[in-house]
């Protein structure tokens, strides 16, 4: 058996740290910089690091790895902790890729939710309709990978409920989602059918303010806050993997908390 050689340049470890540095998921380079050292990523992926390049693919390599271990762990009947109303995070912090100034304003009575891939009825839904369902609320924490939490009230319809609704194959791989602020993401189907998993429409009991995502979005207290889309427009079920806004750029595509 002929073993791939591993080969190093003089600035190997300075490679492999500034890539470390710019990878975008903090939780990746957490993740890499405690657990993996420049000859243990060449071994754990048979990469040769001798460019910026074998170093790239070595932690696309790792972090799908990641995603594939966290999927196995995941317990789609294992609860996020609930808090009483008494903890909520006063005012609840504004988190997005822009600025609060720059926060779409969408007019809900015009607002129309798409549906397309794999459901049998594609329909478009009013807020009305939604608004109209089997509503639900919890007390949860949201967890921001810069390293933040805070705990806030959401009120709204089980993703599950609506997902089996509308005839979506719930043997699908992925559900995603695009929004009005052009942000993107999707999660797993097991995520999207987890009890906690919340088409949000209400925030501390009234309608959900346009900077934490009007007039819906998905909250999910078992995944990091990238991964709760806001001002969501369309809705996709897909056996492609779908990727995402941040995950596109080097998050971790599961994200789980």
């Known amino acids: 058996m002929i073993k791939k050689k591993i080969t190093y340049s003089k600035d190997s470890e300075l490679m492999l740290a500034d890539a470390i540095r710019r990878v975008a998921a903090p939780s990746r380079r957490t993740f890499l910089q405690r657990t993996i050292t420049l000859g243990g990523l060449a071994l754990l992926t048979g990469c040769s690091l001798d460019d910026d390049s074998s170093i790239e693919s070595a932690l696309g390599q790792v972090s799908q790895w990641n995603d594939r271990v966290q999927g196995k762990l995941f317990d ?66 949201h967890i921001c990978v810069e390293g933040w939490s805070a705990i806030g009230k959401w009120g709204g319809v089980p993703f599950a409920t609506f997902l089996k609704r509308v005839g979506a194959d719930l043997n699908a791989k992925y559900v995603g989602f695009k929004c009005a602020d052009d942000y993107y993401t999707s999660i797993d189907m097991a995520t999207a059918l987890h009890p906690q998993t919340l088409m949000t429409l209400t925030y501390d009991g009234q309608t959900l303010p346009a900077q934490y995502g009007y007039p819906m979005k998905l909250r999910m207290p078992t995944k990091l806050g990238y991964k709760n889309p806001k001002h969501i427009q369309a809705i996709f079920v897909t056996n492609a993997y779908p990727g995402g806004y941040w995950e596109d750029q080097g998050y971790n595509w599961f994200g789980g908390s």
């Open 76 to 141: 789609p009947n294992r609860l996020a902790p609930t808090y009483p109303d008494s903890m909520i995070t006063r005012p609840f912090p504004f988190n997005a890729f822009y600025g609060e100034d720059e926060v779409p304003q969408i007019d809900g009575g015009e607002w129309r939710l798409e549906l397309s891939g794999m459901i049998a009825d594609r329909t478009p839904w009013t807020l009305r309709k939604l608004r109209a369902l089997p509503q639900t609320d919890q007390v949860t924490r």
